[in-house]
């Protein structure tokens, strides 16, 4: 029996990607196993699913912020591959909730060890950038993380992001991208 979500989602577009927001629905077939979540999203969910930073407990923590349907879009979004057929999750990229009251909103993005260094965390980071500056209460975009992590970095400067300083754990620095930068 196929389970779709009751409501529609929310997805948004790259050259590569397809960004599905997160959703109460999806986010518990996810923590059900691989067959109801790839049964929801209608794409193949790899056997090393979920990746880094993004295990039960994370995301039960995404399902608690859910409840308020004002983080729709604010919380995970689940990249599916046009590349492959039929269509894989390939990782998650997302914002740890709405923008502050000084319009400033946290990214963070994490990607399967098989589908590394092929560009698709920076397409993805690109893309939600660009969603959240379409918000007008949104000013900066930041993301945090430890310094020997390159490969993040990386992602972090081919995006526009610049250093900002440190993070707001010991041992973590902050990148940051201003609304005013980006076109």
Not at 81 to 96: A, Y
Not at 113 to 136: C, K
Not at 154 to 163: A, L, P, Q
Request: a positive charge; hydrophobic letters at 35%.
């Amino acid at each position: 029996m196929s389970r779709r979500p009751r409501h529609p989602l929310r997805v948004l577009e790259s050259r590569r990607l397809t960004l599905v927001a997160a959703t109460s629905e999806l986010v518990l077939a996810d923590l059900e196993g691989r067959d109801d979540f790839s049964d929801m999203i209608g794409a193949q969910v790899p056997e090393n699913w979920p990746p880094e930073l993004y295990e039960n407990t994370a995301m039960r923590a995404v399902l608690e912020q859910l409840h308020d349907l004002a983080e729709h879009g604010w919380s995970v979004w689940y990249l599916l591959s046009k590349k492959h057929q039929p269509s894989q999750v390939l990782g998650i990229c997302g914002f740890k909730g709405k923008p502050g009251p000084s319009g400033s909103v946290e990214i963070t993005y994490s990607i399967l060890d098989q589908f590394r260094i092929q560009g698709y965390a920076t397409e993805a980071v690109t893309r939600l950038v660009h969603w959240a500056f379409s918000h007008q209460n949104v000013t900066e975009v930041s993301a945090e993380t430890l310094p020997h992590l390159r490969k993040s970095i990386r992602v972090m400067e081919k995006t526009g992001f610049s250093k900002t300083g440190p993070g707001s754990e010991q041992g973590v620095v902050r990148y940051a991208v201003q609304k005013s930068l980006v076109r």
